[in-house]
């Protein structure tokens, strides 16, 4: 069966730290791959979503990238986080079908101090 | 804006009571995703409704589907005390069918 890792569960960085935040997905090939933030309350923000290795697509312009090195693998990255960074991330991933679901990680929370 | 709206924002029923959520949205879809949310944890997905289909069920889950209307519910029939946790719908947008777009949530508590 599939499965999503996805680490740290909390984080707590100081303003201006470099960020880096893994996904691994197990038990699929080729999957769709997702990076959201939820801030407090509210929904999900898509970051940015990936199709395949090296292919990554930014939703919202801001401080953060992504990267896929490898078929399951997405790494969430900052150089310098900001406050407005903090929240609740979270990967998944979907088969390529458009009529399959997500699959969440349990998220990472984070906090910049 | 392309984001999904849902209402009730929160809702509090007693045990054994059903509880209804509706969304609405403003784009062209695919299919329409309802997922759960434990506070601070992932979510996880219910039940997936197809653009062609008006109603389906799983379990003690119901959802409808209105391309008219541009809107759907959920409903969950005989809650339990384990059904408290945040509800969202996503449409698989017909734009771009990799991304989908979320309603806010709404915030279930069902009291023993």
């Known amino acids: 069966s599939q499965t999503i890792h996805q680490w740290p569960a909390t984080l707590v960085q100081p303003v201006g730290s470099p960020l880096s935040l893994e996904c691994t997905v197990e038990?699929?090939?080729?999957?769709?791959l997702y990076w959201y933030r939820q801030a407090a309350g509210r929904g999900l923000q898509l970051l940015f979503y990936?199709?395949?290795?090296?292919?990554i697509s930014s939703e919202v312009p801001q401080n953060l990238s992504a990267s896929r090195p490898q078929d399951r693998q997405f790494i969430l990255s900052s150089k310098k986080l900001l406050l407005s960074d903090s929240g609740f991330y979270l990967c998944?991933?979907?088969?390529?079908?458009?009529?399959?679901?997500?699959?969440f990680g349990d998220g990472t929370r984070l906090s910049i101090l | 804006s392309q984001q999904g709206e849902e209402d009730p924002q929160a809702l509090s029923i007693q045990e054994g009571e059903n509880a209804t959520m509706n969304c609405s949205y403003k784009?062209?879809?695919?299919?329409l995703q309802w997922y759960r949310q434990n506070s601070g944890r992932g979510l996880v997905h219910l039940i997936l409704?197809?653009?062609n289909e008006r109603e389906k069920h799983s379990g003690r889950l119901r959802v409808t589907l209105d391309t008219s209307k541009k809107s759907s519910s959920l409903l969950i029939t005989a809650s339990r005390a384990a059904d408290t946790a945040s509800y969202f719908c996503?449409?698989?947008?017909?734009?771009?069918?990799?991304?989908?777009?979320w309603g806010l949530g709404t915030s279930l508590a069902v009291n023993p």
């Open positions: 996503a449409g698989r947008w017909a734009g771009n069918n990799r991304k989908l777009i």
């Open positions: 409704i197809r653009s």
């Open positions: 038990g699929t090939s080729n999957p769709n």
């Open positions: 784009t062209s879809i695919n299919n």
């Open positions: 998944a991933w979907s088969a390529s079908d458009s009529n399959q679901p997500q699959h």
């Open positions: 990936s199709v395949g290795i090296g292919q």
